[in-house]
């Protein structure tokens, strides 16, 4: 459900908390100080910032670390004059691993998504902080990471459906993808698909200490999909869909404008500004708070543009020429033979547009085809069931014994 979160502790609201971790920080140094007009030595401490490129700009940073005993894991931290940063995995903070989904594992269905995320950040103050007094109001969150874990009947299945996505949909600008990967990257995303057992044994097998082969028999048998959100990447569909309304004037406008290139400052500003959101009633001026309605609602579209967009479908090569031979009409038969024709030289439509068989319109026209007939845009034949629900990843945590209570003695989780 949610891995990585960034959340920002604002020192104006929660003092108590920033001195907290500037006194834990590595850059903390302990010692004397001469006083030069009386000549007498003080004990100060002192802070040794470090300069450094942070969002585009340069910073003086002081650097900390929050060790998580159980699981040999540590919680990495900012410090700035106004705030302090804060990068980490929520599944790693609560299971040790996040080859296991952040969710109710005993009760499946009892919270949900915008529920688990303040439920194990709650519990990340608690524990770590303990007797200080929080204000949710001012802290912010400016990341957090929406993943889904497919779980297969074996490895061998996960790689195939791993190789058949890729095959589909690899563009040939594409270089970040790996043998064991697929990544997407734009300008305003970031999602990826990776084999989870090929990264659990290069990062993380060793620093488990107990059910190190339960926890690779589950990862290798899982496809781990995983989309960045950040209030940047989601600036327009906030402002259109939550601030305006989709059929408001207002964006009938902007959309007019923004097709033309004719968008005027007081437009920019309304559908580009960037959203920031606090875990509770905002303290602070441009802040609004983040409600469950916009994260569940969210997490949601995340899992229906995976599901439409990665199922791998049927083969199609011999359903299309079968109904290629028997189609009636013309135009569609033109198409379908088109289709086939394509796919058989090329291995994909993907592969076809990019050689320039086909135009960007004529690709994107026959992908939407396919889609709609449930048909596979690739020559890979594939019998490989894909579970979009969690009853395979429930099965399989059951299977390998992995007993959730014992790793966090907490049944929220």
Not at 277 to 282: A, D
Not at 357 to 370: P, V, W
Request: hydrophobic share 35%; with cysteine.
């Amino acid at each position: 459900m949610i891995d990585t979160i960034k959340i920002s502790v604002y020192r104006e609201f929660n003092q108590s908390i920033f001195d907290s971790l500037l006194y834990r920080s590595e850059n903390r140094k302990s010692g004397f100080v001469m006083d030069s007009s009386s000549g007498l030595y003080q004990r100060q401490e002192m802070f040794t910032g470090v300069i450094n490129k942070y969002d585009n700009h340069e910073m003086l940073l002081i650097k900390g670390k929050i060790n998580v005993p159980t699981w040999s894991y540590d919680i990495n931290y900012r410090c700035f004059d106004d705030r302090v940063d804060l990068e980490f995995s929520l599944p790693k903070f609560i299971y040790g691993t996040n080859v296991l989904e952040l969710r109710s594992h005993y009760f499946k269905l009892k919270m949900n998504p915008y529920e688990l995320l303040t439920k194990s950040i709650k519990k990340f103050f608690n524990i770590y902080f303990l007797g200080h007094k929080i204000d949710y109001g001012g802290i912010s969150i400016s990341r957090w990471d929406f993943c889904y874990n497919q779980v297969f009947d074996s490895k061998e299945q996960s790689f195939q459906a791993l190789a058949f996505i890729k095959k589909k949909y690899s563009k040939k600008t594409d270089t970040q993808n790996y043998e064991t990967s697929f990544i997407a990257l734009s300008k305003s995303k970031y999602f990826k698909i990776y084999h989870k057992g090929t990264e659990f044994a290069k990062h993380d097998y060793f620093k488990i200490k107990t059910l190190h082969n339960n926890f690779q028999y589950l990862s290798d048998k899982t496809l781990r999909y995983e989309k960045k959100i950040t209030p940047k990447n989601i600036a327009y569909w906030y402002n259109v869909n939550i601030v305006f309304g989709t059929h408001s004037e207002d964006v009938k406008k902007y959309k007019l404008a923004n097709s033309k290139g004719l968008k005027t400052p007081q437009q920019r500003k309304d559908f580009e500004l960037v959203p920031k959101f606090t875990l509770g009633s905002s303290k602070m001026i441009g802040f609004t708070k983040l409600t469950d309605f916009l994260f569940n609602h969210l997490y949601t579209l995340f899992r229906e543009d995976i599901k439409v967009k990665y199922s791998i479908g049927n083969t199609s090569l011999d359903r299309l020429e079968h109904e290629s031979i028997k189609e009636l009409d013309p135009k569609n038969k033109t198409m379908k033979i088109r289709i086939l024709a394509l796919i058989k030289v090329f291995g994909s439509l993907r592969k076809a547009y990019d050689k320039k068989a086909i135009s960007r319109s004529t690709f994107y026209n026959y992908e939407k085809f396919m889609t709609l007939k449930n048909l596979s845009s690739t020559n890979v034949k594939s019998n490989i069931y894909q579970c979009w629900t969690s009853e395979k990843y429930f099965n399989e945590v059951w299977k390998q014994g992995i007993n959730i209570n014992k790793l966090t003695n907490d049944l929220n989780f």
